[in-house]
């Protein structure tokens, strides 16, 4: 079956433009997650949603990120005003379901964001 | 500090040699544990995944916990070049959030 998927695979911009950044869960997965992977470190934690609400946004930097679910499906991570720390590689993930038992989260490939 | 910590390698082994890599962590509170490989230009996918204290065996992989010693390990036995990827320990307290290291460039060599 399909993995996730992100697109765009690659974005380049520029200082203080805005960008949205969209992820395709596995079917079926209530729970979502956005990561950033900046070059040479792991994967950290932006924003869970457990179907369209963010259950934990507390990953977040600052007010320029926010994120969306609307459906409960499809989600789009959005950045205002770009700065050029904002540069990494934003990867979603998705699971069966959150809480209390572990559910492994299915990782896409990734979205490589570079601000010029 | 940082809560994870992964010491970055690059390692280098030949081919059939065991690799052993290894985490430590400073928050008491994890419980979920787990290694993921990432190849380059790829999203992490999970290898091994410990609740716990204990050891945990897959063919040719081994995950190990130690939490009174925040300490985790994970070995592969047999080494092969399609072994060659970036290691990333990763771990929890409530099973959504993950916290990662920085991975381990492994580099098996035919």
């Known amino acids: 079956g399909a993995g996730v998927s992100q697109t765009p695979s690659n974005k380049v911009t520029e200082k203080g433009k805005y960008v949205e950044l969209r992820c395709d869960p596995i079917?079926?997965?209530?729970?979502l997650y956005w990561y950033r992977q900046s070059l040479g470190q792991g994967p950290e934690f932006l924003i869970y949603?457990?179907?369209?609400?963010?259950?934990?946004d507390s990953g977040l930097p600052n007010d320029r990120f926010f994120a969306v679910r609307p459906e409960g499906s499809v989600s789009t991570l959005k950045i205002q005003r770009t700065e050029r720390g904002d540069s990494a590689v934003y990867l979603c993930?998705?699971?069966?379901?959150?809480?209390?038992?572990?559910?492994?989260?299915?990782f896409g490939p990734g979205t490589r964001l570079t601000v010029l | 500090q940082k809560e994870v910590e992964q010491d970055p390698g690059p390692l280098s082994v030949p081919e059939g040699a065991i690799v052993s890599l290894n985490c430590t962590y400073s928050?008491?509170?994890?419980?979920?544990f787990m290694w993921y490989r990432q190849y380059s230009r790829k999203g992490p996918e999970l290898l091994m995944y410990?609740?716990?204290?204990g050891n945990k065996e897959d063919g040719r992989f081994t995950a190990q916990v130690d939490k009174s010693s925040k300490y985790i390990s994970l070995f592969i036995r047999d080494s092969q070049p399609s072994d060659s990827a970036t290691y990333l320990c990763a771990m929890s307290s409530n099973d959504y959030k993950l916290s990662f290291g920085a991975g381990t460039t492994v580099t098996v060599r035919a």
């Open positions: 949603f457990q179907g369209t609400g963010a259950a934990d």
């Open positions: 993930a998705s699971s069966s379901a959150g809480g209390i038992e572990y559910n492994e989260q299915f």
């Open positions: 410990t609740y716990s204290s």
């Open positions: 079917s079926g997965h209530t729970a």
């Open positions: 928050n008491s509170a994890f419980q979920y």
